[in-house]
């Protein structure tokens, strides 16, 4: 029991104290049924927001137009929702009006899927109308009632079904699967920022091939940038340590068009360095890394482009843990270490900065680097004078 539960525990019996309804809903239970990492402890209520309000005294506006009121009262936030039904989706996305019930089985019914409409009261009791507990044990991913109407209404939701898949390692129900593929085109309504981060989390997850499988075969492939169906198989032992791995690797996959590909799905400037680095990691690589190649290459990236050789079937001179040895036993870990910089050699010679000084600080990092050069500035200003070829 983390203290997040404990704090949503006695908001619920707030306001249940005040006359109202209130369970967990969410994630947050699909995940402690299944003893998974629990994050974001919702609460839902027969209470309105203007109710809510009244029994807290400190609360703020998230999302109040749909029902949602944030609590701080208990020392950490806890979003509390109103029970609700959804007007007409003319989106794909959000609806565009809601009706607050007092009714939970009403606001269960709207949900996504059977295993998210599955709510638990303050004393830890399942209240189970759709399904969700039969599906979790069957390792379903079911959609709650029509699945035509529910991707309809927000069309994300079959691409969070690929991500459950991915996640869990649940199949899709044939149903709710059949109606993906048949509504996959309206995957283009959905804003690129709300599809990267679904394929974020598919990144990471622990079944990155069955969830690329998915994508191809519900269709939904067909309508997201990058070409997934060509390269199925090298997606087959994948496992990303971050997302940017994934993004890249995706754009690994899809070279040529690797910069609209980064554009399209509006990547961070983070997450395009990394794109970058690696791809330029994976190209020297298959020449031999150079012992400046290492010293300029975060380990992150020299990790991953040693991957994607090793995913491509590609036989290497060197062992993934070799590599952080190699770069652990550089005598510097960045230029800044060196002890000369480009005003000492200005000084040492008296002459003005131009294309020399580059020339003489790589020749520098080189010798520090291989060992045939102490990082001593003493030594440096010896060899400097004495030893530094300006070609």
């Given at each position: 029991m983390t203290q997040q539960w404990k704090i949503a525990e006695?908001?619920?019996?707030?306001?249940?104290?005040a006359g109202f309804e209130a369970v967990f809903v969410g994630g947050a239970v699909r995940d402690r049924i299944l003893n998974r990492e629990q994050h974001d402890i919702d609460v839902a209520t027969?209470?309105?927001?203007?109710?809510?309000?009244?029994?807290f005294t400190k609360t703020v506006d998230v999302g109040i137009e749909h029902g949602t009121v944030l609590v701080l009262d208990e020392g950490?936030?806890?979003?509390?929702?109103?029970?609700?039904?959804?007007?007409?989706?003319?989106?794909?996305?959000?609806?565009?009006?809601?009706?607050?019930?007092?009714?939970?089985?009403?606001?269960?019914?709207?949900?996504d899927f059977t295993m998210n409409a599955i709510a638990m009261t303050a004393s830890y009791e399942i209240i189970d109308y759709y399904g969700g507990i039969s599906d979790i044990e069957q390792r379903l991913i079911r959609a709650?009632?029509?699945?035509?109407?529910?991707?309809?209404?927000?069309?994300l939701r079959m691409l969070r079904a690929v991500r459950?898949?991915?996640?869990?390692?649940?199949?899709?129900?044939?149903?709710?699967?059949?109606?993906?593929?048949?509504q996959a085109q309206d995957i283009q309504h959905i804003?690129?920022?709300?599809?990267?981060?679904?394929?974020?989390?598919?990144?990471?997850?622990?079944?990155?091939?069955?969830?690329?499988?998915?994508?191809?075969?519900?269709?939904?492939?067909?309508?997201?940038?990058?070409?997934?169906?060509?390269?199925?198989?090298?997606?087959?032992?994948?496992?990303?340590?971050?997302?940017?791995?994934?993004?890249?690797?995706?754009?690994?996959?899809?070279?040529e068009q690797h910069a609209s590909i980064v554009k399209a799905y509006r990547l961070s400037n983070k997450e395009k360095n990394y794109v970058q680095n690696v791809l330029r990691a994976y190209d020297a690589l298959l020449q031999g890394w150079s012992i400046v190649d290492y010293f300029e290459t975060e380990l992150s990236v020299l990790e991953g482009a040693y991957d994607f050789a090793e995913w491509q079937g590609i036989e290497l001179s060197v062992t993934k843990d070799q590599i952080a040895l190699i770069?652990?036993?550089?005598?510097?870990?960045?230029?800044?270490?060196?002890?000369?910089?480009?005003?000492?050699?200005?000084?040492?010679?008296?002459?003005?900065?131009?294309?020399?000084?580059?020339?003489?600080?790589?020749?520098?990092?080189?010798?520090?680097?291989?060992?045939?050069?102490?990082?001593?500035?003493?030594?440096?200003r010896e060899w400097f004078l004495h030893e530094f070829d300006e070609g």
């Open positions: 006695n908001v619920i019996h707030k306001i249940q104290q027969s209470a309105l927001p203007s109710e809510i309000k009244t029994i950490a936030p806890i979003e509390v929702t109103t029970y609700r039904t959804d007007g007409t989706y003319d989106d794909h996305r959000r609806p565009d009006s809601v009706v607050f019930v007092r009714s939970l089985k009403d606001d269960l019914e709207r949900r709650v009632g029509q699945p035509q109407k529910r991707f309809q209404e927000d069309a459950f898949r991915a996640q869990l390692g649940f199949a899709i129900e044939n149903e709710t699967f059949t109606a993906i593929k048949k804003a690129m920022e709300r599809i990267s981060a679904e394929l974020n989390k598919i990144w990471i997850s622990d079944n990155v091939f069955e969830g690329i499988v998915s994508l191809v075969q519900s269709n939904l492939a067909n309508y997201l940038p990058g070409n997934f169906m060509e390269n199925l198989e090298k997606w087959k032992y994948c496992k990303f340590t971050s997302p940017s791995m994934g993004w890249a690797y995706l754009c690994f996959l899809n070279r770069k652990a036993s550089l005598p510097i870990e960045s230029r800044k270490d060196l002890q000369a910089n480009g005003n000492d050699f200005m000084e040492w010679t008296n002459k003005k900065r131009g294309p020399w000084l580059k020339d003489a600080l790589d020749k520098v990092l080189l010798a520090v680097l291989n060992g045939s050069l102490d990082n001593n500035p003493d030594q440096i």
